[in-house]
């Protein structure tokens, strides 16, 4: 008796320092967090990268052959766009004369240029719709740059900035509000403002759309700056399908981001964006 | 087992580079593939029930690599397998029913509570201590999800099973 006694009561302190090292051990890790993940993704980096567009390579490779059926629909597609665009490019060419006439005159500082820093992705958490890429602190990425790629598409925006790496939380994120300006083909009626809402899982939902504006599929959106996080003007995806309940106050849209992963190699952080 | 637990700590941290870096482009309809649960899971299922070093070990590694891929605090993951480790181990402990059998309809209804349990676990750490995470359960991406994941583990399962039968006859 005397002896079981005396096994439960070695036991259970020796239970309680397991935990309390333990606690200390996992303080000491949090501690130094970044530290650690700097370090991991420093010396993993190179076959980090490599998998990332092995990855994107070969879904590109399978993405073929599941696409094949629909390559004559596609090309059909193609060929309609195409003189769509070209029709465009000739009105285009006109307003540009015009553009550069009036900029000239009213001297505007919107088309000034923001300094970029290049940065290539080596990864993606899905669970979080985030990327992470190879420039951090030392290149002076703070929290929340807006993140680019070449085609002035917006991805997000940086959430933690490591010493050589950052994590750059996507548009399509739980968290991410953006507001937006759908861009309508006539510029006399008054613009349509709403916003963005991630929806997880890479997907998108744009809300808070008054009911009694128009908005269709197809609509371009792009950001708006309201909220003051991103410069106006970036492309963020178009609508695919609209959502309009009479009972609700406004209407919502499904969206199709510009932003996809598989396109995605190098980026862009617009390092001095700051709100005039 | 010295040799056992450093291979099981490399595993861990290669298939978090897979799943992080190569995976990420096979997403099914947003629905994305967990490597290092997947091993955490076979290893748990196929230990010993009275034994608990590996599973303890496993927890903690996956935990870290989850953590170190993902934003969490360190700890939270490592908290949740760890509850998931014990709670299969006493499942197992019920279900099993003699030495060296591993039935694949318990390795998948497990594996599918398994999965829920940590995702709810990860869905309440969200909302209580970090805010960048998705947390979407109660959504058809979410069975997809496990449905995906389902299809690795089974394939690790026999995979694993060969294995040990392999070690078994030599």
Same mark, same amino acid.
């Given at each position: ?81 195409? @003189? ?25 500082? @919107? ?16 669970? @979080? ?133 598989? @396109? ?13 | ?8 700590? !490399? ?54 690599? !989850? ?26 402990? !019920? ?76």
């Amino acid at each position: 008796m005397n002896v079981f006694l005396n096994k439960r009561n070695t036991i259970l302190p020796k239970i309680l320092i397991g935990i309390l090292i333990f606690l200390i051990f996992i303080a000491i890790l949090n501690l130094f967090q970044k530290q650690f993940n700097n370090f991991f993704y420093s010396i993993s980096n190179p076959l980090y990268k490599a998998l990332f567009r092995a990855g994107a390579n070969t879904s590109g490779f399978l993405g073929l052959f599941l696409e094949a059926n629909n390559l004559a629909r596609i090309n059909n597609e193609l060929i309609l766009k195409n @003189q769509e665009l070209l029709d465009e490019i000739s009105f285009l060419q006109n307003a540009k004369i015009e553009n550069q006439a009036l900029r000239e005159v009213i001297a505007t500082q @919107q088309d000034k240029e923001f300094k970029l820093v290049l940065a290539n992705v080596i990864g993606a958490d899905n669970y @979080q719709d985030s990327i992470l890429i190879d420039k951090g602190s030392e290149n002076g990425i703070s929290e929340n740059m807006p993140v680019i790629n070449s085609q002035n598409v917006l991805f997000g925006k940086i959430f933690k900035v490591y010493k050589n790496f950052s994590k750059v939380m996507l548009i399509s994120n739980q968290n991410s509000v953006l507001d937006i300006k759908i861009q309508k083909d006539d510029t006399i009626s008054a613009p349509i403002y709403g916003v963005l809402r991630g929806e997880g899982n890479f997907t998108a939902i744009l809300d808070m759309v008054p009911l009694d504006r128009e908005i269709k599929n197809n609509d371009m959106l792009i950001t708006s700056s309201l909220e003051g996080n991103f410069p106006r003007g970036l492309l963020i995806g178009k609508i695919i399908e609209v959502n309009k309940d009479d009972l609700k106050p406004f209407q919502t849209a499904k969206v199709g981001l510009f932003s996809s992963l598989k @396109q995605i190699d190098k980026l862009f952080i617009i390092s001095d964006y700051k709100l005039e | 087992m010295l040799i056992r637990l450093p291979v099981i700590f !490399l595993l861990f941290g290669l298939l978090g580079i897979f799943q992080t870096g190569f995976f990420t482009h096979f997403n099914i309809m947003g629905a994305s593939l967990n490597l290092i649960f997947i091993l955490f899971y076979i290893i748990v299922f196929f230990e010993n029930s009275k034994k608990y070093i590996q599973g303890i070990f496993s927890a903690f590694t996956a935990g870290f690599f !989850l953590d170190i891929f993902s934003s969490f605090y360190f700890g939270t993951s490592f908290i949740c397998l760890l509850i998931i480790a014990f709670i299969l181990k006493h499942m197992l402990e !019920l279900l099993r029913k003699k030495k060296g059998e591993y039935p694949i309809t318990y390795f998948i209804s497990l594996f599918v509570l398994s999965f829920i349990i940590y995702n709810l676990f990860l869905a309440i750490s969200v909302y209580l201590l970090n805010s960048h995470m998705k947390v979407s359960l109660l959504n058809w991406i979410f069975v997809i999800e496990i449905a995906y994941n389902l299809l690795f583990a089974v394939f690790g399962f026999y995979i694993y099973k060969k294995f040990k039968l392999y070690k078994i006859e030599e």
